[in-house]
C-alpha cells in the first residue's frame, strides 16, 4: 500500500506560480511512476504530468513550458512546479503512484484557484 498526500494548493492571480508537493508514505519501494492529474469544475479528471523511478518525465502537450515536474527521493516527495498560471488551471490536482503490479494509488487532492 502506498500512501499520498498532497499540499500547496492555493488561490493565485493569473501570471503567478505554485508548486505543489505530494509526499509519498508506505510502499514507495514499489513505485513505478508518480504523477500529477487535475480536475476543473464540471470536467473530467485530465492527466498533467509524470515522473518515473528513472527520473524520465512526461507532460501534458498543451502544458509543456509551462509545469515542470521533479522529485526528492530523499523525501519521498514528488514535486509540480506551475508558472505562468491561467485561469483555466483552476482546479483539485491530484497525485497519483503507480507501483510495479499496476495498482493505483490517489492522494485526497489539493485545490489550486487562479483568479483573473
Known amino acids: 500500500q502506498v500512501q499520498l498526500v498532497e499540499s500547496g494548493g492555493d488561490l493565485v492571480q493569473a501570471g503567478g506560480s505554485l508548486r505543489l508537493s505530494c509526499a509519498a508514505s508506505?510502499?514507495?519501494?514499489?513505485?513505478?511512476?508518480m504523477g500529477w492529474y487535475r480536475q476543473a469544475p464540471g470536467k473530467q479528471r485530465e492527466w498533467v504530468a509524470l515522473?518515473?523511478?528513472?527520473?524520465?518525465?512526461n507532460y501534458a502537450d498543451s502544458l509543456k513550458g509551462r509545469f515542470t515536474i521533479s522529485r526528492d527521493n530523499a523525501k519521498n516527495t514528488v514535486y509540480l512546479q506551475m508558472n505562468s498560471l491561467e485561469v483555466e488551471d483552476t482546479g483539485v490536482y491530484y497525485c497519483?503512484?503507480?507501483?510495479?503490479?499496476?495498482?493505483?494509488?490517489w492522494g485526497q487532492g489539493t485545490q489550486v484557484t487562479v483568479s483573473s
Open positions: 497519483n503512484a503507480m507501483d510495479r503490479l499496476g495498482s493505483n494509488y
Open positions: 508506505g510502499s514507495i519501494f514499489s513505485i513505478n511512476y
Open positions: 515522473i518515473t523511478s528513472a527520473g524520465r518525465r
